[in-house]
């Protein structure tokens, strides 16, 4: 919806938001897991050990869009 609202202003909207691009979902969200949060929740964990069942459950998440990825 929101890459349609963008379209329709005359922007383009972020791959993210735009419908057309579903497919690719899987694939983008993998990305972000491993280069924005894995580094981020293996820095976090190092200082606040308490943190560390927030990397298992970013591990589950992988393994899930790891199954949807085409």
């Known amino acids: 919806r929101q890459g349609s609202a963008e379209r ?3 922007h383009t909207p972020a791959d993210l938001y735009d419908e057309t691009k579903a497919c690719d979902l899987p ?3 993998l990305g972000f897991l ?3 949060c894995k580094p981020v929740y ?3 964990a190092l200082q606040f050990p ?3 069942e927030y990397g298992n459950a ?3 998440n992988r ?3 790891e199954a ?3």
């Open 8 to 10: 329709n202003i005359g």
């Open 68 to 70: 949807q990825k085409a």
């Open 27 to 29: 694939k983008m969200q």
């Open 50 to 52: 308490a943190l560390t």
């Open 58 to 60: 970013l591990e589950l």
């Open 42 to 44: 293996t820095s976090l």
């Open 63 to 65: 393994v899930a869009w």
């Open 34 to 36: 491993a280069f924005i």
